[in-house]
Structure formats: C-alpha cells, structure tokens
C-alpha cells in the first residue's frame, strides 16, 4: 500500500465551474507532483510542490493552480472547467525532489459535461 | 513527434516467455523512469535510471544516453504482469518535471 491517498474518487462537473482535488501525502514526504492523464494516453506533467513553494509547472494554463499545506498534503484547483479537462488526476509524492520513487495515488476521474 | 516514443502499443505474449519493451527519447535528460499502471489508474514506479542498468527481481531495465533509448525486460513472464508499461524522462536527476511516452499495454496469456 502506497500511503497516497486523493479525493474524491471520481467527480462530475459542468464546463465553465471551478473544481479541487485534494490529495494527502505519504507520511514524511514533501514533495507532491500533480498530473493529468487523459483517456489511451500518458500522463502530462502539470507542476511540482516542494515545500509549499512551486517547483516547476509543465505546459498547463493559469487556470490550473495548486497549494500545498504545512502537513504537505495539496490541492490542485481548475477554474473555468473545459470539456478537454476530463481525465484522470493523479498525484504523486516523493522524499525529496531528487528521489528515485514517487508514491503514486490511486487517482480522481474527473468528467467535464 | 513525441519525446518519448514506446513500442511496441500493444503486445501480447504467453506466460513464461521474455519481454521486451523500448523505449526512445529525443531530448537531453538526466533520468529515465520505468512504471507500471494496472487497470483503474494505480501506478508504481519501477525503475530510474541515469546509465547502464538495473534488475529488480524478474525486471531488468538498460539505458543508452547516446542512443536515447532505454529497454524493459521481463523474464519468465506471468499474467500478473499484464499491465501497462510506461517510460518517462526527466531533465533533473529526480522525479520532478517527467515527460511521460503513452505506454505499452502489455497482456500475458496464461
């Protein structure tokens, strides 16, 4: 097991609202990395938190931003929801930056109607 | 063109034989990952790699930085290794930033 935990599982919204997906650390590591992975496809590198403070961010709109708490634990939030959205989000953490292993969640099905 | 390509997409085989999966990249990086994600998301990381090479048990994975391109090797194969296999690359000798190939959707029969 893992240790990552996200949420919600899965979640349906409208295009054009807001949405946070949420995702708790394994114990100890504090470095979090979200990503996006559309359906047949692999994932897309949306941005790194190391520390509360971002740490890279790959090629992602604004409207994709993310926070990572004290506890290390993170949200990732996307405004203005577009059909394209639909994916499944994962996150991911890690020891430290430079860590071979990143512990990865089971994932929130997110579906943009 | 992607950055990182795999193939095969698909490959299906009979439980026991040796596996093969490639993997090719066209941007300078310090680290290439190996994972593996089962039906309905889970992903576990397998392998990263900055040379040469790396075995875990049945999985052995190679690297050749100047032929950008990275191999992975499942001997004695098992229906519990049916799963998707994906390479990804870094830029940074870690995890953070990886650009991700779309996988090798890998079935063995028993």
């Known amino acids: 097991e893992t240790g990552v935990t996200q949420s919600p599982t899965h979640l349906i919204k409208t295009r054009g609202q807001q949405v946070t997906l949420r995702c708790s650390s394994q114990?100890?590591?504090?470095?979090v990395s979200w990503y996006q992975q559309a359906l047949g496809q692999g994932p897309q590198f949306i941005f790194q938190?190391?520390?509360?403070?971002?740490?890279g961010r790959g090629n992602f709109p604004p409207r994709f931003s993310g926070l990572q708490f004290p506890n290390y634990s993170s949200e990732l939030n996307v405004n203005a929801l577009e059909l394209d959205d639909s994916a499944l989000y994962l996150c991911?953490?890690?020891?430290?930056?430079?860590?071979?292993?990143?512990?990865f969640g089971p994932g929130t099905r997110l579906l943009v109607l | 063109k992607n950055e990182v390509e795999q193939s095969p997409q698909n490959l299906t085989a009979q439980e026991g034989e040796f596996i093969t999966i490639n993997c090719s990249y066209s941007?300078?990086?310090?680290?290439l990952h190996w994972l593996q994600q089962h039906p309905g998301g889970g992903i576990v990381s397998l392998f990263m790699?900055?040379?040469g090479k790396k075995k875990h048990g049945r999985l052995i994975a190679t690297i050749n930085i100047q032929e950008k391109h990275s191999s992975l090797h499942i001997t004695a194969s098992h229906p519990r290794d049916s799963a998707v296999y994906i390479c990804?690359?870094?830029?940074?000798?870690?995890?953070?930033?990886?650009?991700f190939g779309t996988g090798t959707r890998l079935t063995i029969i028993p």
């Open positions: 114990s100890g590591h504090n470095t």
């Open positions: 991911a953490s890690s020891l430290m930056t430079g860590s071979e292993t990143q512990y």
């Open positions: 790699l900055s040379s």
């Open positions: 938190y190391y520390r509360e403070e971002e740490n």
């Open positions: 941007v300078g990086i310090s680290a």
């Open positions: 990804a690359v870094s830029p940074n000798f870690g995890n953070e930033k990886l650009t």
